[in-house]
């Protein structure tokens, strides 16, 4: 087996995932101003990007059993492979739960999806979704096993302000029945975008620290 | 190396995948019944078997990694260990879908969560699931690529009863926006419960077919 060969598969594997990663990182971004500057063609672009983005996630696909089948490799080789794999998906489900934010965007529009007064909270998941999946990106790209897991703190952050969102979907909220469903189902997308975020670091600490039972289902 | 050993952790790999699934068909059904009836201990009785079968993913998890190391198997058994991997994170997304509905019932108790004209709707959509989960743990059990194909049509059933539920969250809707966010959570919760039991069939129609791009993320 040609010992260069097998680093380059490796490589490109990583390097595949930590442009999805950062893509995905930019897309959240580019979501929300979407979504707070009731901007139709700034959400088309993002499901324009999200679209393209497909044909990255299926060579990674592709890429994990050639590898394995090629390089059988072992240990934190291995690890990585397999890591890369749900990676893969994590990656893939933010990239899908961006592009239903972009999609709710377009079907309100000229509407506003989400009412003045909850544009503070709305903005303020949006800005702490953004800075988990900054962090998980570069998790990804500097195999630090420290930020990972100092990425719980923003989530909990997160779930507070989530909860604080849904704080104000009780039945004095004024805007109406579909807007609050609207609100609540960007609320949960944000938590969710977050959630694979956080579960690709989580995947980083378990390549890095290769304990297996945080190997994160 | 031993290949009674190779059929063995292989064996064991596709029995505990098999096992996890038919578990997540009866969770649905037992959920729903909990949500339906209104029963705190059935909701109750849901999050403890929930709970118990991580023990099972984890076995699954870390046979994966053993499984290729000790096996270096190749062709329909390397696709069967990595499709394994994936199912396991759609079996456990299942799960934690469940506990979100057992959950809910338990936070309203002993109020219900949903009001009696759209109990006809939300039990449909349990109905449908079940029945996706069912065939989805028979696709698993006899490797069948014609009913993951078929299960496709169920899906569609599925989707059309979603949109139907939201269709009665309007403006209109006399019971107050929480419980109208209570119900187009659960109608989420559903979709995605089956949206995973689907992904675990085409998975077996990848295993069975062999074809790359039929990975599913």
Sequence with gaps: MDNTYHLEQLDRLSGLLAAASRDAAGTIRRVSVALLDVDAAAARAVLAEVAQRRTAHREIDELVPVTLVRQQPVASDLRLVLAGLRMNTDLHRMDVLAAHIAKLVLARHPEQVVPPPVRPLVGAMAETTARIADKSALCL?????????????????????????????????????????????????????????VNVARRVAYLVGGDMARGVL
Excluded: C, K, N, S
């Design 141 to 197: 790209a500097t195999r630090d096993r420290i930020d990972a897991l100092q990425l719980g703190l923003d989530d909990d952050e997160l779930d507070a302000q989530y909860e604080r969102l849904f704080g104000a979907l009780t039945d004095a909220w004024p805007h109406g029945v579909q807007a609050a469903i609207d609100v609540a189902m960007l609320g949960r997308y944000y938590e969710r975008f977050a959630d694979h975020a």
